[in-house]
């Protein structure tokens, strides 16, 4: 059975979190780009567009390479990846998910204790990684994410 939370405000305080990124030496957060079609990369562009410059508190920290595909907040840095394929934990009918203002969420807990989100029924997958040391903050970093999300890329069947 899968399990789906409605989480809004303060509510979102729930323990997930997920690291993509790993830090290079110098300190700065790495990132894999993601290689979408021509019409996921026009939606991307447009939610970078839209992201706001702090995320639960947290400045931007890009990670490397820079990417209108990829953006990142805190040290370490919750990473946001846009046009990501579509992850195979949603495959699984009992895979967890929540909704958070809007924008529902296909959510993987890492063998490290971290956590993966990644976007469902919008048409381009966007995914969120929040680092294990932020397993305190939950979801609360979704929040300022699904305004920019919804503005930007529909909700739908991503190809």
Do not use: H
Not at 12 to 40: F, I, Q, R, W, Y
Not at 59 to 86: F, H, K, M, Y
Not at 93 to 105: H, K
């Amino acid at each position: 059975m899968s399990v789906l939370r409605r989480l809004t405000g303060p509510a979102v305080l729930v323990s997930l979190c997920a690291a993509v990124g790993c830090s290079s030496t110098n300190g700065t957060e790495k990132a894999a780009v993601p290689s979408p079609g021509t019409a996921a990369t026009a939606l991307c562009r447009k939610l970078d567009e839209q992201l706001p410059d702090k995320v639960n508190g947290l400045s931007r920290n890009d990670p490397e390479p820079q990417s209108e595909l990829t953006a990142g907040w805190g040290d370490p840095a919750i990473i946001l990846r846009c046009g990501v394929p579509r992850p195979a934990e949603m495959n699984d009918p009992d895979a967890d998910g929540a909704e958070v203002n809007g924008v529902d969420w296909n959510v993987f807990e890492k063998g490290d204790g971290s956590y993966r989100v990644t976007t469902v029924l919008r048409t381009a997958y966007v995914e969120v990684s929040i680092p294990k040391s932020r397993v305190k903050e939950g979801l609360a970093p979704l929040t300022d994410l699904a305004k920019p999300i919804s503005r930007t890329i529909p909700k739908g069947i991503a190809d």
